[in-house]
């Protein structure tokens, strides 16, 4: 394992303290990911909760179709690739023949909310003991930054040149609000990566939706509103200012539903409450 | 009721099944895990047997959202070494389509049943074999093969599930078996004889990674080099399949002019026909493909050398027909008779067929001897002949009988 040690060397006095190292859950390699993704992150993130949790020996993860399609490659985990968006149907399989295992989904916005609509509404309305990672950036990636079912009203894609017209193309879809009004859903929330306080919130989500499968919960998922600087057509410091802007505002963060702790679902700025939960 | 602890005598007792039924529970009973699938008709009893069933064996049923879905589930149980299985009919087989090259490309085994029903689109729900390309030519993208499977009856149809699951886990590759909607809902008295493929610790299933490196299941590959690589390996397992996984069934083929290839229920129309045939003094034998991929184009290949002529019969417009010719490679004619939208030939439709290919060879030699005596059995399936006009009712066109019969407006034999 190599440690990134930093430490006042130059100076020679203090010994050098160990701040920031790579979770053993993280593969030592380099990144397909442009400059700037937040795949990187949320990856990151992962490995230090699947760390934290010791999760690693007992998880069996779904790669989507998308930017995403080599998490394999960073995360040291067993991993099977679904088909486009059937990553929920994958993990329902997994789930029901392997009950000791831990269950982790790893989508992007096209994959679960367009081609995977189906599959993630079901696997959340039979509450299915999986942990869906749902990175939202709002656009296609790998193909070239098309039109996404999240994109924003007004965003210029390569499929939308002239900006996102909801009277043609309809309006971004809040899925995982959707998916917060079955009763299956145990946990729904959404967090960012704009910045390094929402990082941190964003991993106690991530840990708090793996603690629930361990716990026995139903279905979890965690949406992460991402960027993509290079499918924006900005620098990666402008998509981060995009993300905490118009992004967030289109995608309020915070608790959706948490119906295994009992928690009230958190007042989330232009958030229509989620349904009533009949159980409740 | 059939549990592992039934007595031999118990189990080796003959009971009246349903098709769907008998092989939903030979399926169990060869120690299938987990079952998906989603309702269609003519395969519903199947998903209404594991309903019941799997749940009182402690075993895993889910009616998943869709097709897509079911083979989905099925891929992620099958990724983990579980023994799965999942039933459709020809709709819903389509779905499954793109998760069977992926399931494929990445090696995963899963045994999937089709009771095939009459298309295209949403057709019909009667008896077809009209998904033979579908099932032996593709389904997906891709350069690849699916082991298929053909019962022609109930019995064996029970005896080839437990076959399914070992061709799929020894290969790692999905397997097909392939029955018609008749096999599916008619009933027969079956034996009660079951089989459970012996189990295997698998290197490659997803476990969890402990005490050893972390495995992926995948069939990507952006480098041309590694993916055609990956190919080349995936072709040669082909031929091994080819090699040691072909079967065939050849009945009454020991003193025989003229071969009738059939598979599934129209092998079984064939049977009748042909008895009727011997008595008329026809010396006709079956040849009947139990895989439908492998192919026995070899064993067909050899006997065409010894015949006048092949009839092909299916439950579709003549899709294996063509496995045929190119096995037969003109050694012999080959005629088809076949009928579509979820009708079923009848014995004297086909013997009709035969004795048209018949009378048709006898004129040929006829004709050979008459302007060249050293000439052998003719290699084109179509002599010189002035075609019948469609609808010259009197005269039928011993190659497309099925054809002439619709310009007659229907007037069937």
Redesign the interface.
């Known amino acids: 394992m190599t440690l990134n040690t930093t430490g006042p060397a130059s100076h020679g006095a203090a010994p050098a303290r160990l701040i920031y190292a790579r979770p053993p859950v993280l593969r030592d390699r380099s990144t397909h990911y442009c400059p700037g993704c937040g795949h990187g992150v949320v990856h990151r993130l992962l490995a230090e909760v699947m760390t934290e949790l010791k999760l690693a020996p007992h998880t069996i993860a779904v790669a989507p179709v998308g930017c995403a399609v080599f998490a394999y490659d960073y995360l040291d985990v067993d991993f099977v690739e679904a088909p486009h968006g059937r990553a929920p149907a994958v993990a329902t399989g997994i789930r029901r023949v392997r009950p000791e295992a831990f269950v982790l989904t790893y989508q992007g916005d096209g994959d679960l909310a367009a081609i995977g609509t189906a599959e993630i509404v079901h696997a959340a309305a039979r509450g299915e003991r999986i942990t869906a990672i749902f990175v939202n950036n709002g656009i296609y990636g790998m193909t070239g930054g098309q039109m996404a079912p999240t994109t924003l009203l007004g965003q210029r894609t390569t499929s939308s040149p002239t900006g996102r017209d909801a009277a043609l193309m309809g309006y971004p879809i809040r899925i995982t609000e959707m998916l917060a009004q079955l009763p299956g859903v145990s946990y729904a929330t959404r967090g960012t990566l704009a910045d390094a306080a929402s990082i941190g919130k964003l991993k106690a989500m991530i840990r708090r939706a793996c603690e629930i499968q361990l716990e026995g919960g139903g279905f979890s998922i965690v949406e992460v509103l991402s960027n993509c600087p290079v499918g924006w057509g900005m620098t990666p410091q402008q998509s981060l200012e995009h993300l905490k802007g118009p992004v967030v505002e289109a995608f309020p963060v915070g608790l959706i539903v948490d119906r295994w702790t009992g928690q009230k679902p958190a007042a989330t700025t232009g958030c229509p409450e989620p349904a009533r939960d009949p159980e409740a | 009721m059939m549990g592992p602890g039934h007595s031999e005598a118990a189990r080796r007792s003959r009971v009246l099944m349903k098709g769907n039924e008998a092989i939903a529970e030979a399926a169990i009973q060869a120690g299938c ?2 079952y ?1 699938g989603y309702p269609i008709t003519p395969q519903a009893e199947l998903l209404e047997w594991m309903a019941r069933r799997m749940p009182e064996m402690g075993r ?1 049923f ?1 009616q ?3 097709e ?3 083979i ?9 070494g ?1 023994r ?1 299985m999942v039933s459709s009919s020809s709709p819903g087989i389509s779905l499954m389509a ?2 069977m090259s ?1 399931m494929a490309g ?1 090696g995963t085994p899963v045994v999937l049943v089709n009771i095939m029903r009459a298309g295209p689109g949403l057709g019909g729900i009667g008896p077809s074999q009209s998904d033979y390309f579908q099932a032996t030519k593709g389904h997906g993208h891709g350069d690849y093969r699916v082991p298929v499977l053909a019962p022609a009856s109930i019995g064996e149809a029970m005896e080839l599930m437990a076959d399914s699951f070992e061709i799929a886990e020894r290969y790692r590759t999905p397997v097909m078996l392939v029955a018609d909607g008749i096999l599916g809902q008619a009933m027969e008295p079956v034996e009660l004889r079951f089989r459970t493929p012996e189990r295997h610790a698998f290197d490659w299933a ?5 005490g050893r490196p ?7 590959d952006l480098d041309p080099d590694v993916l055609e690589k990956r190919n080349v390996a995936l072709q040669h397992k082909y031929r091994e399949i080819a090699r040691h996984e072909t079967r065939w069934e050849a009945w009454q083929m020991d003193d025989a002019d003229f071969a009738i290839v059939a598979y599934g229920t129209a092998a079984r129309v064939a049977r009748s026909a042909i008895t009727e045939a011997r008595s008329r003094g026809i010396k006709v034998g079956l040849f009947r493909p139990i895989t439908l991929w492998p192919f026995p184009e070899r064993e067909l290949a050899r006997l065409s050398r010894h015949l006048d002529g092949i009839l092909t019969v299916e439950l579709s417009s003549g899709q294996m027909v063509e496995d045929v010719r190119l096995a037969v490679e003109g050694r012999c004619p080959v005629a088809f008779h076949g009928r579509m939208g979820g009708l079923v030939p009848t014995p004297r439709e086909v013997g009709g067929a035969l004795k048209a290919l018949a009378a048709k060879a006898e004129r040929t030699k006829a004709a050979g001897h008459a302007t060249s005596p050293a000439a052998t059995r003719p290699v084109d399936a179509r002599p010189a002949m002035p075609k019948p006009h469609p609808h010259a009712s009197s005269e039928r066109s011993e190659l497309e009988p099925w054809v002439h019969e619709r310009s007659r407006g229907g007037d069937r034999p």
């Not at chain 2, 997803?206 to 402990?210: F, I, P, S």
């Not at chain 2, 972390?214 to 990507?220: C, D, G, M, N, P």
């Open positions: 895990d987990a998906f895993v889910i998943a959202e869709s897509l879905a079911a989905n589930m099925a891929l992620g149980a099958a990724a983990t579980a799965v793109e998760a992926y990445s997803l476990t969890g990674a402990v972390a495995r992926i299941i995948k069939s990507i």
